[in-house]
C-alpha cells in the first residue's frame, strides 16, 4: 500500500492492506494482532504498521506500507483475498465475482 | 496459451484469470493480450498486486481457487500447455551475442508442463476429492515464505513501481535495488527491474535485462549472470503435487 497522507481512513487501511481492525486488534483470516486504539475511524499509518510489524518504507512524500512477515508465510489465511484489476479497456474486475467456478490465476509477463 | 485448454474445461466449471505483471502498464501488455484474443478475464497489474496478495515470485505462476473462493494451491510454476512441439532454437545467427546466450540458458529451464496440466484436469473432474486440491492448512504452509526482510523487499519493490510509473525512474532504481537484495531468490523483482533498461530497440528490449552500449548500469546482477549462478535448472522449483 501506498499513501500519501500521515492518517488515511479505516477503510482505506482495510483495503490497502487486507488486514481488519477491530477492537480487538489488527485481524486477518485467524491471525490478530493485538494493537491499542484499532477501532477509530482515522488511521496513523505508520504508528498502526510499526505496531502491527509491517515495514514502513518513505521517499520523500509517499509511505509503502509492506505486507506482514510475522507469521513467516506468505498466506494467513486459505482465504482468496479480493483481487481488483482492471481490463484492457479500463474496466475493474473483481476476483470475487467469480465465485461458484473454480478459478486457475495466471501471472505471467511480457518481459 | 490457456486459451485452448480454458475452452474445453469451461464447461466443466473452470474459469481462467490472466494477469500480466508489468509496471510498464497496461500498454505493454496489450500486444500479447491481443494477439491471445482470449474470452476470459485478462487483467493487467502494474503495482504486482498479486506478489502481495498471493506470493508470485516468478512468472508463469498459477494459484487455484475453488468455488467458494477458498484457495487450494497457492502460486506456484505453472507452465503453460504446450500444443506442439516446443520450436528448435533455429537460426540465432542474426540474433544478438547476449539473445544467443540468454536462449541457450533459458533452455536449461526445466519445468513439467504435462504434470501440471493433468493435475488441473483432475482437479476440475474431481473437486475437492483431488489430491492435488491441498487442504487450508497445506495451502498456508506451501506458500512462498515471507519473513520480515522479504516483507521490506516488498514494501521496497512497491515502492520502486510506484516511482517509475509516475516518472521517477531513477528513485524507483534505488528501491529495487534494495528489494534485490533483500530478496535475492525473487526473480520477479529482478527481471522486472531489468526489463525497465535501456536495450536495443526491437521486440528483444523487454528481455535484454542486462548491461548495454552507452547506458550506466544501475544493478548488481543482469539475467545472465543471475541465473547462471543461480543454476537455470533451479530457476523453477520442482513442482510439489
Known amino acids: ?111 | 496459451m490457456w486459451q485452448e485448454l480454458r475452452a474445453e474445461l469451461h464447461p466443466l466449471g473452470l474459469e481462467v484469470v490472466t494477469v500480466g505483471l508489468d509496471t510498464a502498464g497496461a500498454e505493454a501488455c496489450r500486444p500479447f493480450i491481443e494477439a491471445a484474443q482470449p474470452s476470459h478475464p485478462s487483467l493487467t497489474d502494474q503495482q504486482h498486486a498479486v506478489a502481495e496478495l498471493f506470493g508470485v515470485i516468478n512468472i508463469p505462476n498459477g494459484v487455484w481457487i475453488d468455488e467458494n473462493g477458498i484457495i487450494v494451491r497457492p502460486a506456484e510454476t505453472a507452465p503453460a500447455p504446450r500444443r506442439e512441439e516446443r520450436a528448435a532454437a533455429g537460426d540465432m545467427g542474426e540474433l544478438p551475442e547476449r539473445m544467443v546466450e540468454i536462449f541457450t540458458e533459458a533452455q536449461k529451464i526445466r519445468s513439467d508442463p504435462q504434470a501440471y496440466e493433468a493435475a488441473l484436469r483432475d482437479w476440475v473432474a474431481n473437486g475437492a476429492d483431488s489430491p492435488f486440491a491441498l487442504s487450508p492448512a497445506e495451502v498456508i504452509e506451501r506458500s512462498q515464505p515471507r519473513d520480515d526482510e522479504a516483507a521490506r523487499g516488498q514494501a521496497h519493490f512497491e515502492l520502486a513501481t510506484h516511482l517509475h510509473a509516475v516518472g521517477k525512474h531513477d528513485a524507483g532504481v534505488e528501491h529495487f535495488r534494495a528489494a534485490h537484495e533483500l530478496v535475492p531468490t525473487n526473480f520477479s523483482y529482478k527481471r522486472q527491474a531489468w526489463s525497465l533498461e535501456p536495450g536495443p530497440d526491437g521486440p528483444l528490449q523487454r528481455f535484454w535485462q542486462g548491461p548495454s552500449e552507452g547506458a550506466d548500469w544501475p544493478y548488481a546482477g543482469d539475467w545472465l549472470t543471475d541465473v547462471r549462478e543461480f543454476g537455470a535448472e533451479n530457476y523453477y522449483a520442482e513442482w510439489r503435487p
Not at chain 1, 470475487?96 to 505471467?108: D, E, M, Q
Request: a negative charge; charged letters at 20%; aromatic letters at 6%.
Open chain 1, 1 to 111: 500500500m501506498i499513501v500519501t497522507t500521515p492518517e488515511i481512513t479505516r477503510a482505506e487501511f482495510e483495503r490497502g492492506t487486507g488486514w481488519q481492525l477491530r477492537p480487538e486488534g489488527a485481524c486477518r483470516g485467524d491471525v490478530c494482532i493485538p494493537i491499542a486504539d484499532a477501532a477509530g475511524d482515522s488511521v496513523d499509518v505508520v504508528a498502526t504498521a510499526d505496531a502491527m510489524g509491517l515495514p514502513v518504507v518513505r521517499h520523500e512524500g509517499l509511505t509503502a506500507v509492506g505486507p506482514w512477515g510475522g507469521s513467516g508465510r506468505t498466506l494467513v489465511t486459505a482465504e482468496a483475498p479480493e483481487l481488483t484489476l482492471l481490463d484492457l479497456g479500463g474496466n475493474e474486475f473483481r476476483l470475487s465475482s467469480l465465485r461458484g467456478k473454480k478459478v486457475l490465476l495466471v501471472a505471467w509477463a511480457p518481459y
